[in-house]
Nanobody, 127 residues
Framework: QVQLVESGGGSVQAGGSLRLSCVAS????????MGWFRQAPGKEREFVAA????????YYADSVMGRCTISRDKAKNTVYLQMNSLKPEDTAVYYC????????????????????WGKGTQVTVSS
C-alpha cells in the first residue's frame, strides 16, 4: 500500500509563504506523477498543481499560477509545494496525491486520475 504523508501546513498572514512537503512510502517514487489538491470548508476538492514522473512537466491551477511552485526530490521520495503571496482564499486542507503512470511526462488535474491520497495538511491564511 502506498502511503503519502503531508507536512508543512500552518497559519500564515496574507502575503506570506509556506512550503508543503509530501513523503511517499513507495519503492519507486519515480513511477508516480504527483499532484496537490486542496479543499476549503464547504467547497469541493480542487486541483492546485501537478508534476510528472520525470519532474520535467508541471501544471498549475489558474488560481495559484505565478504564486506556487511544485517540485520533487527523488532521493527523498518527496514532493513539495512552495506557496508564496498567500491569500485568505488559499485557506484549505491541502492533499498530496500520487498517480501511477507509464509515461514519464503525463500529468493531470483530474482528481479521479490519482490512485493514492494523503490525509492532508491544514493551511490557514489570515488577513
Amino acid at each position: 500500500q502506498v502511503q503519502l504523508v503531508e507536512s508543512g501546513g500552518g497559519s500564515v498572514q496574507a502575503g506570506g509563504s509556506l512550503r508543503l512537503s509530501c513523503v511517499a512510502s513507495v519503492r519507486t517514487f519515480s513511477a508516480y506523477a504527483m499532484g496537490w489538491f486542496r479543499q476549503a470548508p464547504g467547497k469541493e476538492r480542487e486541483f492546485v498543481a501537478a508534476i510528472s514522473r520525470s519532474g520535467g512537466s508541471t501544471y498549475y491551477a489558474d488560481s495559484v499560477m505565478g504564486r506556487c511552485t511544485i517540485s520533487r526530490d527523488k532521493a527523498k521520495n518527496t514532493v513539495y509545494l512552495q506557496m508564496n503571496s498567500l491569500k485568505p482564499e488559499d485557506t484549505a486542507v491541502y492533499y498530496c496525491a500520487a498517480d501511477m503512470t507509464w509515461s514519464s511526462s503525463d500529468i493531470t488535474a483530474v482528481a479521479g486520475s490519482y490512485d493514492h491520497w494523503g490525509k492532508g495538511t491544514q493551511v490557514t491564511v489570515s488577513s
